[in-house]
């Protein structure tokens, strides 16, 4: 297993009572695992490179990694229905998330967990959006590489409270 599948692993796994959590929101809360570790520390969670599209950052690498881990029978994929939308949702293996502990550590498990706690209760087209409001998005034009510069993850308890009222407004927000 390599250090990208175990970081799927365990956020699928950390998802696995989340409602809403489909593969948009993996590469969203995938992105802004990267983005605040970077921040952190100056260096790079995933080791991968992040393409801005038009629905948010996506990291190509990990579409390959998922591939790998359903043919191995690491994490299942259901279809689900959200918002009258069709969208894959997954599960992990017991077996497969006790295997992350060898590539990775305490710290970097702690880490997704801070990650995804906060936003467990969005769904993925709001974490996306708040995804593309990171310096750097703006720079990148759609299909290149999203550039990690200084700045500070922005958790939902620091978003001003106008942005909250319009999100939830907007109906973005189950």
């Not at 260096?43 to 990990?62: D, K, M, N, R, Y």
């Amino acid at each position: 297993m390599n250090r990208l599948q175990a970081i799927l692993i365990q956020l699928i796994h950390l998802s696995a009572e989340d409602a809403s959590f489909c593969h948009a929101k993996l590469q969203g809360v995938l992105f802004l695992a990267e983005f605040d570790w970077h921040q952190k520390t100056a260096a790079s969670f995933t080791g991968e490179t992040f393409v801005a599209l038009e629905q948010g950052p996506i990291c190509p690498a990990a579409e390959s990694a998922l591939s790998s881990l359903l043919a191995d029978g690491s994490v299942s994929a259901a279809e689900r229905h959200f918002n009258q939308l069709r969208a894959k949702s997954y599960a992990a293996s017991k077996s497969a998330v006790d295997r992350t502990r060898q590539s990775l550590s305490d710290a970097e498990r702690e880490h997704l967990k801070s990650v995804i706690s906060p936003f467990s209760n969005w769904d993925a087209k709001n974490l996306l959006r708040l995804a593309q409001q990171y310096p750097g998005w703006e720079e990148a034009a759609y299909g290149e590489s999203v550039p990690l510069p200084e700045g500070r993850l922005v958790r939902p308890e620091h978003i001003p409270q106008f942005m909250q009222e319009a999100i939830h407004e907007s109906g973005v927000v189950q």
